[in-house]
Nanobody, 115 residues
Framework: QVQLVESGGGLVQPGGSLRLSCAAS????????MSWYRQAPGKQRELVVY???????TYADSVKGRFTISRDNGKNTMYLQMNSLKPEDTANYYC?????????WGQGIQVTVSS
């Protein structure tokens, strides 16, 4: 069983920045797809960004130009840098990694954007 542990969430003012981390209990070098999702209260979980093993990256329109996904293979960790945060970015954020046909989710971490 693979464990994913997220960190870096919290309360930030509009226009501010946060960096989320997702640390995996196994090597991420061979991960097929790495992605971040979010779920706001009363809404469905939505895809924020994903990156494939081939390097293809796709962002949701709502975060393009503000969020950046990255990875550190040596630390088995992926990141989500979030800049110019808006109140509508408030949600629980989840990382998801897949190896072959198996996919694993983090426990979720709260991000609140409010003045």
């Amino acid at each position: 069983q693979v464990q994913l542990v997220e960190s870096g969430g919290g309360l930030v003012q509009p226009g501010g920045s946060l960096r989320l981390s997702c640390a995996a209990s196994r090597s991420i070098v061979s991960a097929a797809v790495m992605s971040w999702y979010r779920q706001a209260p009363g809404k469905q979980r939505e895809l924020v960004v994903y990156i494939t093993s081939g390097g293809t990256t796709t962002y949701a329109d709502s975060v393009k130009g503000r969020f950046t996904i990255s990875r550190d293979n040596g630390k088995n960790t992926m990141y989500l840098q979030m800049n110019s945060l808006k109140p509508e970015d408030t949600a629980n954020y989840y990382c998801r990694l897949s190896w072959g046909i198996s996919a694993y989710w983090g426990q979720g971490i709260q991000v609140t954007v409010s003045s």
